[in-house]
């Protein structure tokens, strides 16, 4: 009985130092007196142990947003509408921070131009890398928009750039965290002319335009709510001139247009509800001026800035179409009519 003692005692002192663990039970046997010891169960070392089975963990909370998940660069995209490929150019700087508002900035081009002319001509990718923005240059048909008014050949053949123009701006509101309380429209000649009667007749969707070089070409639409507008314009301008030619207007396109620039601030002064009957001079430069109405409806403005010595081509880089050249660093044209968009939010 002592021996078997000693025995149990030095399993127990044996399994203790190494790690191991078990149960033992003494029970005596029938065909002796003998007290035996039978160890029931008896775990490994700890060199050898099988784990015990892991509680359930508590779910994950979801993976936050990353936020450099969305396309950083510029790249040339295109969808089918109504039948047509229609293209743009796309420029996301590669600094823009979407825990910040991002803007969406349109630029259009002009007539027998292109999206790749005006992304190279209007300084509009300096304002979007500076400003947080997003912007597009689409691409018109055969080079031409079609604001109902004119201009061949997208209006020849019934192109539908409204639609084009609402549905391109929607599906970058979806791939993008745009603030779509802030799409500003801007262009040049033909392409000012669009986001102004783009203007008229989605109000709901742009927030505010300033563009160059043409005017307002149409009728005040039904749906039309007051937002701001600016259009820039030189005073020497030889195709768009910048007042009446003669009691009829001027002649473009084989059409007759009965206005002017001075005209063109008016009509919409009085589409914008506007206060007062004269504009303010609000900016004398040596090579602009800025005339305004403040107190319109919406809490709208309507502006014009003339250049001085500004021709068709109010940029501050030349027409790579034509040998008309810039200003020449005199007036930075981009980013007036970025200063004055970007004070208005739809919010």
């Not at 660069?73 to 039948?83: A, M, P, S």
């Not at 409204?162 to 599906?171: E, H, N, V």
């Not at 039904?222 to 701001?228: D, E, T």
């Amino acid at each position: 009985m002592k021996k078997m003692t000693l025995i149990v005692i030095a399993m127990l002192l044996v399994t203790g130092a190494s790690g191991a663990y078990g149960y033992f039970f003494i029970y005596q046997s029938q065909d002796s007196d003998e007290v035996e010891v039978q160890q029931e169960q008896v775990q490994e070392t700890n060199d050898t142990a099988e784990e015990e089975p892991e509680e359930p963990e508590e779910p994950e909370d979801p993976p936050a947003e990353d936020n450099n998940s969305f396309f950083r660069g510029l790249r040339d995209e295109c969808f089918e509408h109504n039948g047509i490929e229609r293209c743009w150019i796309l420029y996301v700087p590669e600094q823009t921070d979407d825990t910040q508002s991002i803007p969406l900035i349109f630029d259009l081009h002009g007539l027998e131009r292109t999206a790749q002319q005006q992304y190279n001509m209007t300084d509009m990718d300096r304002i979007a890398r500076e400003n947080n923005a997003i912007i597009i240059y689409p691409q018109g048909f055969g080079n031409s928009w079609n604001f109902r008014e004119c201009c061949d050949p997208a209006r020849e053949e019934g192109i539908d750039d409204f639609g084009f123009i609402r549905t391109l701006a929607l599906q970058m509101i979806d791939n993008f965290p745009i603030d779509s309380n802030r799409i500003y429209f801007t262009g040049w000649s033909n392409g000012c002319a669009m986001s102004q009667a783009l203007a008229n007749e989605e109000s709901d969707l742009i927030t505010a335009v300033a563009c160059m070089s043409m005017y307002f070409i149409g009728s005040e639409d039904s749906s039309y709510s007051a937002i701001p507008i600016m259009e820039i314009h030189g005073f020497l301008d030889p195709i768009a001139p910048y007042a009446h030619v003669g009691p009829t207007g001027f002649f473009f396109q084989q059409e007759v247009w009965d206005t002017g620039a001075i005209q063109n601030l008016y009509t919409w002064k009085e589409m914008n509800g506007c206060s007062g009957d004269t504009p303010v001079l609000s900016e004398q430069d040596t090579f602009y001026n800025v005339q305004e109405f403040t107190d319109c409806d919406n809490g709208s403005e309507v502006s014009l800035v003339t250049l001085h010595s500004g021709t068709h081509n109010v940029y501050v880089k030349n027409d790579p179409g034509s040998p008309e050249p810039g200003n020449q660093g005199t007036v930075d044209t981009a980013q007036i009519a970025w200063d004055f968009m970007s004070r208005f939010s739809k919010q």
